[in-house]
């Protein structure tokens, strides 16, 4: 037990949303034998400038999770984070060296990048088959959270202008740097306690001069341009398509394509396939948005 002196629950003077469940914690355990180090062993350029102390690391519970990922919330040099756990396969070779490129770019990119909008570093810890990503901790959740709670229709359009802006800011920063994010959707933009809105998962971003093509994207259909599902060169321009849909959801409250698959929704974005039935006042709330932005 004395290698998993940090890994305990955040005591209660701490909010919680919940505690981990016996089969959470158990995992979450047995992940915590590669992470435990006084000072994560990183070979790599750069290495001793964003090295994760795990002596000063306290996870805490569980809030989010992905395929390979689950996202906890913790406390980092007395500071509230949230840490990112990326599990490498072990059956499968290609997917762990995929899985490890990603998170090497990821954390190059998070490094450089400084902005009221973007999300903030604060550590990494590389010791396969575990890797750790630690940023700031947004209390507020998603974006997608916050709309999912809402009627539709019923966000105040000052506060849809207001959020529109953070997100706007925050993309043109990462675009002035020549980053792309490619995953840009309401579940990667974070609210902070006074609504402010920061770009986050940079785990498929890139530079512009090295995207490429989109072989063996996985971003989400639903937000993703055209060239992206059809695995073709992108420039910025899909980022600002991405942004299109976030700004409808922004206004209506709804998901988009919520009538189709994710292959359907694809499918139509490719053919060019009208896919959403503005009503008037839909249409009118999109007049009013441009005019104000423009005023």
Not at 50 to 63: E, R
Not at 105 to 125: K, M
Not at 170 to 185: A, F, P, T, V, W
Not at 240 to 267: C, H, K, R
């Amino acid at each position: 037990m004395k290698n998993l002196y940090w890994f305990k629950q955040i005591s209660n003077n701490v909010r919680s949303e919940r505690r981990l469940s016996l089969g959470e914690y158990k995992r979450a355990v047995s992940w915590s034998k590669y992470l435990v180090s006084s000072g994560a062993e990183i070979k790599g350029e750069g290495e001793e400038e964003w090295s994760a102390d795990m002596s000063q690391l306290f996870i805490g519970n569980k809030f989010a999770s992905g395929r390979h990922s689950r996202i906890y919330r913790g406390i980092y040099k007395q500071r509230d984070v949230a840490i990112k756990l990326i599990s490498q396969p072990e059956e499968d070779a290609n997917l762990a060296n995929f899985l490890e490129k990603q998170f090497i770019s990821e954390v190059a990119l998070l490094f450089h990048l400084s902005h009221p909008n973007i999300i903030t570093f604060v550590a990494a810890c590389k010791k396969p088959p575990v890797f750790c990503i630690i940023t700031e901790y947004l209390a507020g959740g998603s974006l997608r959270k916050y709309l999912h709670q809402q009627e539709p229709y019923s966000v105040p359009l000052n506060l849809v202008l207001k959020l529109a802006l953070d997100i706007a800011r925050g993309m043109q920063y990462l675009h002035s740097e020549g980053i792309l994010h490619r995953d840009l959707k309401s579940e990667n933009l974070l609210l902070g306690e006074d609504m402010c809105v920061k770009v986050a998962d940079f785990g498929i971003s890139c530079l512009e001069s090295q995207c490429g093509s989109a072989k063996g994207f996985t971003g989400t259909y639903r937000w993703m341009a055209p060239e992206m599902i059809k695995e073709k060169h992108h420039t910025k321009k899909v980022d600002v398509y991405s942004f299109g849909i976030v700004l409808w959801e922004l206004l209506t409250a709804l998901t988009p394509f919520d009538n189709m698959t994710p292959e359907q929704a694809a499918f139509a974005v490719c053919q060019k396939v009208k896919y959403l039935t503005h009503s008037w006042y839909e249409t009118s709330m999109f007049l009013r948005f441009l005019s104000l932005t423009s005023g």
